[in-house]
C-alpha cells in the first residue's frame, strides 16, 4: 500500500482485511480453546468467543457451513477444537475466525473447577434439602441483593408491588459481576442480615456467559449462604445457567421475577379465597338461621301446644269442681223438697236431741217456718 495516499477507513480496513485472507499460515488452521458468550443466532448462525488464559478470539459459524454434517453444538465453557481462516469483520475493524468445523476438546478450565467445588461442597452437605428453610408465607419485609442499574431490580419491585403491594422491599446494592463480585455480594449480604434483618433475601442478576457468573461459585459466598439463619432465594441468570449459590440457597428461582413470585404470595388469589369464605359464611349464616327459626316455630308450636291443653285440662277440672260443688250446695238439696232443722240456731241431726214440746225453725228453699214437737222417736 502506497504510504503517500490518504485511505478511507473501510479501505484501510478491507487491505487488512486482503492481507490476512492471502497469508496461507493463517489459513485452514486449528485453534483450541474455551467456549464463551455463545449466541444462536435466529438466522441460523452461531457467534462465540475462543478464549484460554490469556486471550481471545471472536469466532463465527455460519449455518452454511455447518450443512457439511457437523451436528456438535457447543455449550459455554466447552473446550473445543476449530478449523478455520483469520478474516476481518469489515464494518468493526474487528479480526475474528471464519469457522469450519468443530469438535469438542474436553471441558474447559472453568467448569472443571466448578465442578470440583460442587462435589467437594455436596459431600459436606451444603446442599442437602434438609437444611434449606421453608420462606414465610407472608413476609413483612424483603432484602434484595443486586445492582442498582439494570431490569433486575425494576423487574423485582414491579412484580412485588403488583402481588403484595405492602411488603417492604430493601435494596443493598453489589457489583453483580467481574473482579471483586462475589466480596460485594457477600459485603452487601451482610448488612442485610446486621441492619434490617428482612424476613427473606432475594440475590438475583440477569444472565451472562459463565464468566460473568463466576462470582457466584466463590466457596465463601456459598458458605455463607449455607450457615445464615435468613431463608434465601437464589435468582442468577437465565432458567439454564446454574451457579453453587443455587444450590445452596433455600429456594432457586428460575429469573428473577420468579423469585419475586415466589417471595410473596398474590393478593388476587386471597381476595379471591376471601370472597369464597365470606360466600360459604353468609350461606351458613342462612343455614344457621333458617334452622333455628324452624326450631322456634316447631317450640312455639309446642308450648302453644301444650298450654292449649293446659287450658283445656285446667277448664275440664273447673267443670268438675263447679258441678261438685253445684251437686253439694244446700239450696240444691232444699230444692228437692228437704228442709234444715234448728234448735236454738242449732242444726238437728237426730231425733234424739229433741223432746216433745220443743220448738224448732224449718228452713225451707223458700223461706222458713216455724213448729212444735209433739212426739219424738229414736
Known amino acids: 500500500m502506497p504510504t503517500e495516499e490518504i485511505y478511507s477507513v473501510s479501505e484501510l480496513s478491507g487491505y487488512i482485511r486482503y492481507q490476512l485472507e492471502q497469508d496461507e499460515a493463517l489459513r485452514n488452521i486449528q485453534v483450541q480453546g474455551e467456549i464463551s458468550n455463545f449466541t444462536a443466532h435466529q438466522s441460523g448462525h452461531w457467534y462465540f468467543t475462543l478464549k484460554d488464559s490469556d486471550s481471545q478470539i471472536s469466532c463465527a459459524f455460519f449455518k452454511g457451513a455447518r450443512n457439511g454434517g457437523n451436528s456438535y453444538k457447543p455449550m459455554p465453557g466447552d473446550q473445543v477444537k476449530v478449523r478455520g481462516s483469520i478474516s476481518v469483520y469489515v464494518p468493526r475493524g474487528t479480526y475474528q475466525l471464519m469457522i469450519s468445523g468443530i ?6 478450565d472453568l467448569y472443571q473447577q466448578f465442578l470440583k467445588l460442587k462435589n467437594q461442597l455436596a459431600s459436606e452437605g451444603l ?4 437444611y434449606k428453610k ?3 408465607l407472608i413476609p413483612n419485609k424483603i432484602g ?10 425494576q423487574d423485582i419491585c414491579n412484580t412485588l408491588k403488583r402481588r403484595w403491594p405492602g411488603v417492604e422491599v430493601i435494596v443493598s446494592p453489589a457489583r453483580m459481576q467481574g473482579e471483586g463480585c462475589a466480596e460485594s455480594v457477600m459485603n452487601a449480604f451482610d448488612i442485610l442480615n446486621q441492619k434490617i434483618k428482612p424476613d ?23 458458605r455463607k449462604v449455607f450457615n445464615n439463619t435468613i431463608p434465601v432465594i437464589s435468582a442468577i441468570g437465565h432458567e439454564t445457567d446454574f451457579t453453587l449459590l443455587d444450590f445452596v440457597a433455600d429456594v ?6 420468579a ?8 393478593r388476587n388469589d386471597y381476595i379471591s379465597r376471601l370472597n369464597q369464605w ?34 283445656q285440662e285446667s277448664r275440664n277440672s273447673l267443670r268438675l269442681l263447679e258441678n261438685t260443688i253445684e251437686h253439694l250446695d244446700i239450696r240444691g238439696i232444699l230444692a228437692r223438697g228437704f228442709s234444715i232443722i234448728t234448735k236454738d240456731k242449732k242444726r238437728v241431726t237426730q231425733a234424739d236431741e229433741l223432746k216433745a214440746g220443743d220448738r224448732v225453725t224449718l228452713h225451707l228453699y223458700e223461706g222458713q217456718a216455724e213448729a212444735n214437737i209433739e212426739t219424738t222417736k229414736p
Do not use: M, Y
Open 103 to 108: 469438535s469438542p476438546a474436553g471441558e474447559g
Open 127 to 130: 446442599f442437602d434439602t434438609r
Open 134 to 136: 421453608s420462606l414465610p
Open 144 to 153: 434484595v441483593v443486586t445492582s442498582l442499574t439494570g431490569a433486575v431490580i
Open 200 to 222: 427473606v433475601i432475594i440475590i438475583a442478576r440477569g444472565g451472562g456467559s459463565p464468566e460473568d457468573l463466576w462470582g457466584f461459585n466463590d466457596e465463601r459466598l456459598v
Open 252 to 257: 432457586r428461582a428460575p429469573t428473577p421475577t
Open 259 to 266: 423469585a419475586a413470585e415466589l417471595s410473596v404470595p398474590d
Open 278 to 311: 365470606d360466600q360459604v359464611i353468609s350461606r351458613e349464616i342462612s343455614h344457621f338461621t333458617l334452622f333455628r327459626r324452624q326450631w322456634l316455630d316447631d317450640l312455639s308450636r309446642q308450648i302453644q301446644f301444650g298450654v292449649d291443653a293446659k287450658i
